[in-house]
């Protein structure tokens, strides 16, 4: 390795890069944060400049108790929804991925061809709605848990089948010697080896079905079915002027993911590039 | 084996069990909740004042208001969620073609035989009905549809009270060279885009006086009618001789309505109900507000657009106590007592389609200006109340006239198809 | 006999049936939602009858310009948001591997972040922060004396200006993907060039040729992404002003909520044959001229 050096175009460099990725990438969420903190007079001027009293905690407040606290009920069914569907996930996904990856015949080419299309194709919606009617699952969690499961379970069960392919074969084959069911191989084996794709997968379409709008839009309407990011969209066609409240609701829905994000940045990340490897 | 039973069982029951925790409701004892669907904005603010009356006098009952957005995104939550079952258990919508299209023999009560119904006017009854079924109770007063506008500018300026479009486009340029916007815009809510076109109906069908009738008989159309087709040129003009104020295309309802409350615009072309907006918000500018009906060609045809109430339904998904409670409302508003309760919360912006009912003396100008073209005989209902038919899309047409991406003619033609989408989606005879 | 029957004995430890709640969650919710809409884009739909029409939606949606502008919107849409993503993740990638840069940590969360966020959010936030009059995106431009727009006003502008705000949301996805590509070029690459070149010459002759199969996996995720799009769009435009912002699933759900089922569901099938005419070529030709390193 070459001794650092400290020249002036590295410095310059490195000015330029704060700059120019600050100004981008976190003066709108400063911008949130200032909107939050504001009156409601003071943030219809829409300037970027600080609150003349910060009434942070009082608008957070006013937007949790809005509508007899329907920020609560929006928060729980969101956890109920990701909490839910990400365990189906899972289990429906790795031993899917088990069978799949390990028999590797006509049969799991054609399985994995199926879940293919998942990734590709963009659901159907207005028939989705009627099969829900006709099931008697429309507008119910458990209907939009289902949906859920069915449209990001196709992404889980490559990421587990690429995972699987890393765990040797031979371990299964000794415990099947030995005298262990299919199961127990699974839950006893396999479960603890896959731990990282897991944690992996559940990260990911956590995020992805919490923030999930359009899904429950569509497939989950009405008040005692809000979830997170529909707050934000009924909050807007009524009060489109208190931008303060607004932004504070914005900041509300977004404490979740920032946790997630803090806790598990790089299962996130490669997440994200586990889109790189092909099923 | 056991195993694989048993986990077969968790994969089959855990889903069950979420199924059934979404089922489980609590039973609450004590008072009847009631779901009150509305669109947010003026008609918010009646119907809480209706509400909170309604609830005064009965403790029995709680009206919990659930909101949703005015103009053709909220038509078609209303639509979706009575399709899919899912309505509220009341709710206030518009009269004339738009319940039409909710097709209400299907899907809502039908309240002809009701006691209460006894004092409605015949007028206002026409337009919630479908064959024999009456459909609806009207919450306050009828509507003027035209110009709302700044009458200190008007002052201030020497404007007279234009009666002719050629008055009204020579006193805009003389209010955009005074620096004052002309005409306010605000299309960032779709809907209030749509008055030059449908408050023009008085001077529609002052020249064609049969037009509604051959329009839902499908033998008339906007595109080939020059009468018709004004109101999209005004539109246009509007947009070519920048008239709207910078930033119009994003600007919504509200900001529209504090520009004209503080003068910043002169003319705002709107329904009278958003007076009641005004007088909430900005209480001392809403006497400063007057009402002209929207010109056209002819001074001695100027009449206005009346907008017949908006009307409270309730969809055949409720039943049992729920709907004996929602049709004790329903008598309260129409009775003397719910009427003097909600003009104390909200002025009237209109005439009463109620017998009986009369308007208070300290009614607000805008309201005595619409008053006097009734009274002189020279008003009109607008073509939605006299006709079933009318296109979804309407609003994004007349947005992009007034943004200037469309000209007036294909704006219609296109309007005209998607009116014909809609009657054949409805089936109506003769499309 | 010995030998094969250990074989099949151990096809049993990978029993068929653990296929079974996938599938039949798969096809329940998915498959079959997705083959009926074949049949219902064909008729006039009120969700309790269907009438069978022939093509009738089929050529409704084509030959009006107000809802077959989705369609060519859509491809602008995602042809522009991946090429665009994939243009400018590739040298912020370079940059945030690079030796010279200090706290990469942080700014690699910085540019992630914006993934994690609602969309709904990010729509909202943008929608005023591009307001024409006060909003801060022009009043540092008219400060700075730059020529400002009506961003989302402006019917000529609105598209691009979403494009911007979904670029600015997903170029993090990106970026990690070129890195993951970029930190797997093994060193020796690198050293070759060393002596007979400068930056650029690593930057055009290793790493672009070695980060392909980065730039495939960016191109065809951020393409199919960019048809399926739709939060973005309704919560900073809603299509408009006019028509002048739909996009082809924002068509769709305008035309559900307006009760045209029929004709909503033949939206929805174009875009199901757009997506497979325009993706599995890309996915085919990619596959092809992957590298292994």
């Known amino acids: ?279 | 084996m056991a195993k694989k039973v048993l986990v077969l069982l968790v994969i089959v029951l855990l889903p069950l069990a979420i199924f059934a925790a979404g089922q489980a409701e609590v039973k609450k004892a004590g008072p009847i909740t009631l779901t009150y669907l509305v669109a947010s904005g003026s008609d918010q603010i009646q119907a809480r004042a209706a509400a909170d009356g309604f609830m005064a006098r009965n403790p029995d009952i709680r009206i919990e208001l659930e909101l949703r957005p005015g103009g053709g995104d909220g038509d078609n939550i209303v639509k979706t969620r009575l399709a899919t079952k899912e309505m509220t258990d009341f709710f206030y919508y518009n009269a004339g073609s738009l319940l039409q299209a909710l097709n209400p023999n299907e899907t809502l009560v039908d309240l002809a035989n009701e006691p209460f119904m006894d004092v409605i006017d015949d007028a206002f009854k026409t337009t919630v009905a479908q064959g024999n079924s009456v459909f609806g109770t009207p919450n306050q007063t009828a509507m003027g549809g035209g110009i709302l506008y700044n009458k200190r500018v008007y002052e201030r300026l020497g404007l007279s009270i234009p009666k002719t479009w050629a008055e009204f486009a020579a006193n805009n340029e003389k209010i955009k060279r005074a620096g004052i916007t002309p005409v306010i815009a605000t299309y960032g809510d779709t809907w209030t885009s749509q008055l030059f076109v449908l408050a023009d109906y008085y001077n529609v069908q002052a020249q064609i006086p049969d037009f509604a009738d051959r329009y839902t008989a499908n033998q008339i159309k906007y595109a080939s009618t020059p009468a018709a087709l004004k109101g999209f040129e005004y539109l246009k003009e509007g947009y070519d001789k920048g008239w709207y104020q910078s930033g119009f295309a994003t600007a919504k309802y509200d900001q529209g309505l504090e520009m004209l409350a503080k003068g910043e615009g002169a003319h705002y072309p709107m329904l009278s109900m958003a007076l009641a907006n005004i007088d909430a918000n900005w209480p001392e500018t809403v006497e400063d507000i007057g009402f002209f009906a929207q010109p056209g060609e002819d001074a001695s045809k100027n009449g206005a657009t009346i907008w017949m109430l908006s009307a409270n339904y309730i969809p055949k998904t409720t039943t049992g106590e729920k709907l004996e409670a929602v049709k004790r409302f329903l008598a309260y508003t129409v009775s003397p007592e719910g009427i003097s309760d909600m003009n104390k919360a909200v002025p009237p912006a209109g005439p009463y389609l109620i017998k009986g009912a009369k308007l208070p003396d300290d009614v607000l100008p805008a309201v005595q200006d619409i008053a006097r073209y009734i009274d002189a005989g020279n008003s009109a209902p607008a073509l939605e109340f006299v006709s079933p038919v009318k296109g979804p899309r309407l609003e994004q047409f007349c947005v992009a006239v007034g943004t200037g991406q469309m000209s007036p003619l294909e704006a219609a033609a296109n309007y005209d198809r998607d009116v014909t989408n809609q009657s054949k989606q409805l089936g109506l005879p003769g499309w | ?293």
């Open chain 3, 1 to 293: 006999m010995g030998k094969k029957s250990i074989h099949r004995s151990l096809q049993a430890a990978y029993p068929n049936w653990f296929y079974l709640p996938g599938v039949l969650t798969f096809v329940v919710f998915f498959i079959i939602p997705t083959v009926s809409a074949f049949y219902f884009s064909l008729t006039r739909w009120t969700l309790f009858e269907a009438t069978f029409i022939g093509f009738e939606n089929y050529v409704a949606f084509l030959s009006d310009p107000m809802l077959s502008i989705g369609l060519k919107n859509s491809l602008i849409y995602a042809f522009l948001t991946s090429a665009t993503k994939t243009i400018l993740a590739l040298p912020l990638a370079v940059l945030l591997t690079s030796e010279i840069l200090r706290f990469k940590g942080f700014y690699r969360s910085v540019v992630f972040f914006p993934v994690l966020v609602s969309t709904i959010a990010v729509g909202i936030t943008f929608s005023i922060l591009m307001q024409p009059n006060k909003g801060v995106i022009n009043v540092a431009l008219r400060a700075l004396h730059l020529p400002h727009f009506d961003w989302l006003g402006d019917p000529r502008l609105a598209l691009y200006s979403v494009i911007f705000v979904d670029v600015w949301k997903g170029i993090g996805i990106a970026t990690v993907i070129y890195m993951a590509g970029i930190l797997a070029i093994p060193q020796d690459y690198f050293d070759a060039t060393k002596l007979d070149g400068g930056f650029w010459i690593r930057f055009r002759h290793v790493i672009i040729p070695l980060v392909r199969n980065s730039t495939f996996t960016i191109i065809l995720l951020s393409f199919m992404g960019g048809l399926r799009t739709f939060d973005i769009v309704w919560a900073m435009t809603g299509g408009g002003p006019g028509f002048a912002s739909d996009i082809l699933t924002s068509v769709i759900y305008k035309q559900y909520q307006a009760g045209f089922y029929g004709l909503s569901t033949a939206g929805n099938v174009i875009l199901f044959v757009l997506v497979t005419v325009l993706v599995l070529p890309l996915r085919t030709f990619f596959s092809s001229r992957e590298i292994e390193l």
């Open chain 1, 1 to 279: 390795m070459k001794p650092k050096k400290c020249s002036l175009a590295t410095l310059a460099v490195n000015i330029l890069v704060f700059v120019v990725l600050t100004i981008i990438f976190i003066v709108p969420f400063i911008y949130i944060l200032l909107m939050a903190s504001k009156s409601s007079k003071e943030a219809a001027l829409l300037a970027f400049s600080l609150p003349a009293k910060n009434l942070f905690i009082r608008n957070l407040m006013d937007v949790i108790a809005y509508g007899n606290f329907r920020m609560f009920r929006a928060l729980i069914n969101s956890t109920v929804l990701t909490v839910a569907s990400v365990a189906l996930i899972v289990v429906f996904g790795s031993l899917f991925a088990f069978v799949a990856q390990r028999k590797n015949d006509r049969v799991a080419s054609l399985a994995m061809g199926l879940l293919l299309i998942g990734l590709m194709i963009p659901p159907a919606v207005v028939p989705t709605v009627f099969w829900l009617q006709k099931l008697k699952i429309y507008k119910t969690m458990f209907g939009m848990v289902m949906i859920d499961v069915a449209l990001f379970m196709s992404f889980a069960t490559m990421i587990f089948r690429t995972s699987m392919a890393g765990i040797p074969r031979d371990l299964d084959e000794a415990s099947f010697i030995d005298g262990a069911t299919p199961l127990r191989i699974f839950f006893s084996v396999i479960l603890p080896l896959l731990r990282p794709a897991i944690v992996t997968v559940v990260v990911t379409s956590s995020v992805n079905i919490f923030n999930d709008f359009v899904g429950p839009l569509y497939f989950l309407p009405g008040a005692k079915n809000i979830t997170a990011p529909l707050t934000l969209y009924s909050f807007i066609s009524q009060f489109s002027t208190q931008w303060n409240l607004l932004f504070a609701n914005v900041v509300v829905i977004s404490i979740i993911p920032l946790i997630i994000f803090i806790f598990f940045q790089n299962q996130l990340v490669s997440g994200m590039m586990g889109g790189a490897i092909k099923g």
